[in-house]
């Protein structure tokens, strides 16, 4: 006798997708039984019609918990997940107060999260100028990776510039730490600001073009250089143009150490949505021309993008109002998107490009788990992994609207878009966390220690 039988599913695992049941005890995958094989469960669901996938491991997450909870918050940031497919969310180390530059902010934020999140989460530590001697620490409390700035980000976070990266980079390989990068130059991206600034150009168009495709290859190569030096594991942060890719592809190629991600705004959205739609669009780096766009698909296909992210990262809507002295440049720069990460990406990859369910696991869950330390209990629907699940109805027809969205602030820049193949039901560790509307009145979500690459398999987390 099973807890939980999932059955008449297509199971999206990693080797294809297959008819059959998903079996369920004490919160692990069990079997995956072929058609026809007998078996009993204390629960039942039927799938029939249905796609079974993994639960999203979204790696990219701003729930801005503690310190910027008037933006978002874990309980209304999990919901959103949880709703749209995402059962891990790996939660960014800045518009934190204070930043997770040490083992015990991390701490006093790990027990400040309990009984908040929907989802499990794994945390981000900080990559900053004032850490260097915490990196150690934190690798060792459960940092999942290591977020650095090469451009200015703003207040409460300091930058790195190469000479200090290619140090940490040396640190955190002989701790067999993982860096992810914010690729865009520094300098370039400082001096264009500042003249357009003083001329007055703040217009999207003047945003669009300090934020230049050059400035994030030239970041791109800075870092591909240092990895190349170092042998340190590096991963590039939220790649927006098939130019940038095609630096990762031929380093990949030369074996370079390298991971990268891409966002479903970065293959949905355009600069046309910036220049028209003004601040509700603006994110860092940009959305890029109509043919960028187009051509980025080409590096998600070939594997050279490893994962898909929604760099969610809200604000209030006033902090998108683009009319200030400032323009553009005044505007708050993220986007709200874990909501709707699985579902675009569904309609996007297996309805509009016609390739495989299973492209969609590995960019939204396998690979995320593996190079975040967590494959082995998250990322695949395979026996001895978490039952982390999520049923996605392939014909049921969706427009995004705000009134949907579960963000403490309901608005996106997806709002509008259309497609068809939507979430009906997650599950975490075989519970439900989300059908038709409803949430589980206690959150279950867990905080998942990640110990140098690998989740640790002695914590009961
Ligand atoms: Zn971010």
């Given at each position: ?62 729930f ?13 940031g ?13 939660d ?39 850490n ?21 980000p ?14 940490r ?64 594991r ?7 143009h ?53 051509q ?9 993008l ?8 809200p604000?209030?809507?006033?902090e ?28 996007y ?5 016609q ?8 960019c ?5 788990a ?55 039901a ?9 059908k ?26």
């Open positions: 006798m099973f807890d939980l039988l999932v059955k008449n599913g297509r199971l999206v695992c990693s080797d294809g997708v297959k008819e059959g049941s998903l079996a369920v005890r004490d919160g692990k995958i069990v079997a995956l039984l072929p058609v026809g094989q007998e078996a009993e469960g204390r629960k039942v669901v039927d799938a029939a019609g249905c796609y079974v996938l993994p639960g999203a491991v979204d790696d990219h997450v701003h801005n918990e503690p310190g910027y909870t008037w933006r978002e918050d874990f309980r209304h999990s919901r959103a997940a949880a709703k749209g497919g995402v059962t891990t969310v790996i960014m180390p800045m518009q934190n107060l204070p930043p997770v530059s040490s083992a015990k902010i991390m701490q006093k934020k790990i027990a400040l999260l309990t009984g908040k999140s929907l989802v499990d989460y794994a945390l981000w530590g900080a990559l900053i100028r004032s260097r001697d915490k990196l150690s620490e934190l690798q060792a409390h459960g940092a999942a990776a290591f977020k650095c700035f090469m451009c200015d703003g207040k409460d976070y300091t930058d790195l510039r190469l000479g200090e990266i290619a140090d980079l040396n640190l955190l390989k002989s701790i067999g730490g993982l860096a992810g990068f914010h690729c865009e130059d520094y300098t370039l991206l400082k001096k264009g600001k500042e003249d357009c600034l003083s001329k007055g150009k703040v217009s999207p168009q003047d945003y669009l073009t300090v934020h230049s495709v050059e400035a994030e290859r030239r970041a791109v190569s800075d870092i591909i250089r240092l990895a190349k030096g170092t042998g340190a590096v991963h590039i942060c939220h790649v927006s098939p130019l940038v890719a095609e630096l990762i592809r031929q380093a990949k190629e030369e074996g370079v150490n390298l991971t990268a991600e891409t966002c479903m705004h970065y293959l949905l959205l355009t600069e046309e949505d910036l220049l028209q739609r003004g601040g509700i669009c603006k994110c860092s780096p940009p959305l890029r021309s109509r043919e960028a766009v187009k980025l698909w080409e590096y998600v296909a070939d594997g050279t490893d994962t898909i992210c929604s760099d969610h990262s604000c209030q809507l006033a998108k109002d683009d009319r200030g002295p400032k323009g553009i440049f005044g505007a708050w720069g993220g986007l709200s998107g874990v909501q709707n990460s699985l579902q675009s990406a569904w309609d990859i297996v309805n509009q490009k390739a495989s369910p299973v492209l969609v696991a590995r939204l869950a396998e690979n995320p593996r190079i975040f330390g967590l494959y082995g209990h998250k990322g695949e629907l395979k026996a001895g992994f978490d039952a982390d699940f999520v049923i996605l109805d392939p014909e049921k027809k969706w427009q995004i609207e705000a009134m949907d969205l579960e963000y403490l602030h309901k608005f996106s820049a997806f709002c509008g878009l259309k497609g068809k193949g939507l979430p009906v997650t599950y975490l560790r075989g519970e439900c966390i989300y038709q509307n409803k949430f589980p009145t206690y959150p279950a979500g867990r905080f998942l220690p990640v110990m140098g690459g690998v989740m640790d398999e002695t914590c009961d987390y």
